[in-house]
């Protein structure tokens, strides 16, 4: 079993960059596919972002291309997903999720964090 817990969320300002950590624990991070995804209340959970166990291939949604990066420390067993030029449309509740597979659909993620709220004013 692994374990996730997301930090970094806050109030920003349009325009800001924010970086959001995923803390792992009870298993290696380096076994693990990591995504990340963010919820709206009343909304769809979408997916953000992917990176592969070793870091070497990434994949983000069209929304924040240009704008984001998602990384991993596996040494750290820490994972992280920064934005850039935060745009109104970001502010979300951000999870982080891990699974076996290569995959941007939720179901395919075993275990989750307990979100990170990104509130961004304008």
């Known amino acids: 079993q692994v374990q996730l817990v997301e930090f970094g969320g806050g109030l920003v300002q349009v325009g800001d960059s924010l970086r959001l950590s995923c803390l792992a624990s009870?298993?290696?991070?380096?076994?693990?596919?990591m995504g990340w995804f963010r919820q709206v209340p009343g909304k769809e959970r979408e997916w953000v972002a992917v990176?592969?166990?070793?870091?070497?291939?990434?994949y983000y949604t069209d929304s924040v291309k240009g704008r984001c990066t998602i990384s991993r420390d596996n040494a750290k067993n820490t994972g992280y997903l920064q934005l850039d030029r935060l745009k109104p449309e970001d502010a979300a509740n951000y999870y982080c999720?891990?699974?076996?597979?290569?995959?941007?659909?939720?179901?395919?993620?075993?275990?989750w964090g307990q979100g990170t709220q990104v509130t961004v004013s304008s």
């Open positions: 009870g298993n290696s991070l380096s076994n693990y596919v």
């Open positions: 990176i592969d166990e070793a870091g070497e291939t990434r």
């Open positions: 999720a891990v699974g076996n597979i290569w995959s941007v659909h939720q179901h395919e993620y075993h275990s």
